[in-house]
């Protein structure tokens, strides 16, 4: 069974700095590795889709970054500002299950003015 | 629409009472999802649907969760005899397309917080 793990659980940084959230999973037979944004009493917003193909995706400010082999992605945010605040989530999507997604449980980033 | 729309946002219900919880697709979606956000869990999956293909129902926790989708596009997602450990976030989500080889992006409405007393 895919297990995802994600630290740290949460994250408080000044405005400004860069910093590494990271995502680990037990099974490396993904399909695909999402990130994901939740603010609170809202959805889930995608942020980046990395195919197991594919070491690394970029938008903005933002880049992540897989790992297949050894199970890890990881989601870099540069110059970070208080309008980042919010809990990022991580799935993956395996290559036998379908399209359903196993998630984390998330880090909580709060970036503070 | 412009996006997935769940309702009602909020839902307290007491123990023992069945709940209805409705998903509204994007539009042209051909597949729809159901989560289930718990305090202090990540999202966990229910079931999908895509087309008019069975259903994958692996993921719903007991007989008492159920889920149908009408025409094609909404959903709902009905408990039974609700019980405490059921109060979560239910999350529905659509995508364009299951064919293989696609990016099959998910896209989430705002979910349904369920509370049961």
């Known amino acids: 069974k895919q297990e995802v793990t994600q630290i740290p659980a949460a994250l408080s940084v000044p405005e400004g700095e860069n910093l590494v959230l990271n995502c680990s999973f037990t099974d490396s037979a993904i399909y695909n590795l999402q990130w994901f944004r939740q603010d609170p009493g809202k959805g889930l917003t995608s942020l980046l889709l990395?195919?197991?193909?594919?070491r690394e995706q970029t938008s903005g400010r933002l880049n992540a970054s897989l790992d297949k082999s050894s199970g890890r992605s990881t989601l870099y945010i540069a110059a970070s500002q208080p309008g980042d605040s919010a809990t990022y989530l991580c799935a993956v999507r395996m290559e036998t299950s379908g399209s359903r997604l196993t998630f984390g449980e998330g880090t909580q980033l709060t970036v503070n003015p | 629409g412009a996006g997935v729309s769940q309702s009602p946002s909020n839902k307290v219900t007491e123990k023992g009472k069945d709940v209805e919880l409705r998903c509204d697709p994007i539009s042209g979606h051909t597949a729809l999802y159901w989560y289930r956000q718990s305090l202090g869990q990540g999202l966990e999956f229910l079931i999908y649907?895509?087309?008019?293909?069975?259903?994958?129902k692996s993921g719903l926790p007991s007989d008492r969760f159920s889920a149908e989708r009408t025409g094609g596009s909404v959903s709902t997602l009905t408990i039974q005899r609700t019980q405490q450990e059921d109060s979560a976030v239910y999350l529905c989500?659509?995508?364009?397309?299951?064919?293989?080889?696609?990016?099959?992006?998910?896209?989430f409405g705002a979910g349904t917080r369920l509370s049961v007393l």
């Open positions: 989500a659509s995508s364009s397309t299951l064919i293989q080889g696609a990016k099959n992006i998910q896209y």
């Open positions: 990395i195919q197991s193909s594919q």
């Open positions: 649907f895509q087309g008019n293909s069975a259903p994958d």
